[in-house]
C-alpha cells in the first residue's frame, strides 16, 4: 500500500529547506534544484507543491512572516495583562521586542531569512506585497506599543504615535543587523541595553527605577 503524503507537512519541510539555504548562502541561491536538493527530494516533487521559485518563495516569505507576527502576538497578549507602569510590564515590552532579534537558533534564522527577503522585495516586485504586510503588520505592534507606554499622555502619544513606532521599528532593524553580522559583539544581554535605553528616552520607566 502506497505511503500517504501529509501535504501540508512536506510543503514545510521544503519551506525549512529555504530557510537553511537563505540562511548559509543567501537568497539567490534558493531556486527549485538546489531547494529539491537541500531538502532531499526530487524537483519534481518539489513543483508537485510549489509550481516555480517565485510561488515557493513568496509562500516561504508568508511563512516567517506569520511566524515573527505570531511571536509578536502572544507577546502582546501577555503585556496587555499586566499593569502598566510596573516592572512586569516594562519586562515584558523588553521581552517582545526580543522576539525581533536573533537572540537563539529559531530566532537567528528567522530574522535572518526575514531580512534577506525584505532586501530582495526592493528588486522582486513579486515579492513586494509580502514585504508590504510584513511592515504593515510589525507597524501595527510598534504602535500599540507606543500607545501602551504612553497611556498616560495623551497629547504626547496622538503627536509621537507613528514617528516614534517607525523610530522604534528601525532601531530593530539596525539592532538585528548588527546582531547577525557582529554576534560576538552585539550580544543578547547589549541588544537588551540598547532597547532599555531607547524606551527610557520615551520616558517609559517602570515604577521605582
Not at 30 to 48: I, N, T, W
Not at 114 to 123: D, G, L, Q, V, Y
Not at 179 to 192: G, I, N
Request: hydrophobic content about 50%; charged content about 25%; proline content about 4%.
Amino acid at each position: 500500500m502506497p505511503k500517504i503524503v501529509d501535504a501540508a507537512a512536506r510543503r514545510q519541510e521544503v519551506v525549512e529547506a529555504v530557510f537553511r539555504i537563505i540562511a548559509v548562502d543567501g537568497l539567490e541561491r534558493a531556486s527549485l534544484r538546489e531547494v529539491a536538493d537541500e531538502a532531499d527530494l526530487a524537483v519534481g516533487s518539489v513543483r508537485h507543491y510549489f509550481t516555480s521559485s517565485e510561488e515557493l518563495l513568496v509562500h516561504s516569505f508568508g511563512v516567517v512572516v506569520d511566524r515573527i507576527i505570531a511571536r509578536l502576538t502572544r507577546a502582546r497578549d501577555r503585556i496587555a495583562a499586566l499593569p502598566p507602569g510596573s516592572a512586569e510590564h516594562y519586562d515584558g515590552v523588553l521581552t517582545l521586542l526580543g522576539q525581533f532579534l536573533p537572540l537563539d537558533e529559531e530566532r537567528a534564522v528567522d530574522a535572518c531569512v526575514w531580512m534577506a527577503f525584505k532586501n530582495a522585495a526592493r528588486i522582486k516586485p513579486f515579492l513586494a506585497p509580502e514585504a508590504d504586510r510584513s511592515h504593515r503588520a510589525v507597524a501595527a505592534v510598534m504602535g500599540w506599543l507606543i500607545i501602551e507606554l504612553t497611556k498616560d499622555d495623551d497629547a504626547a502619544r496622538e503627536q509621537a504615535l507613528v514617528t516614534e513606532a517607525e523610530r522604534l521599528l528601525a532601531t530593530l532593524d539596525g539592532l538585528t543587523m548588527h546582531a547577525l553580522l557582529q554576534p560576538e559583539w552585539m550580544t543578547a544581554q547589549m541588544c537588551r541595553d540598547v532597547l532599555d535605553a531607547h524606551l527610557r528616552g520615551l520616558g517609559a520607566v517602570p515604577t521605582g527605577h
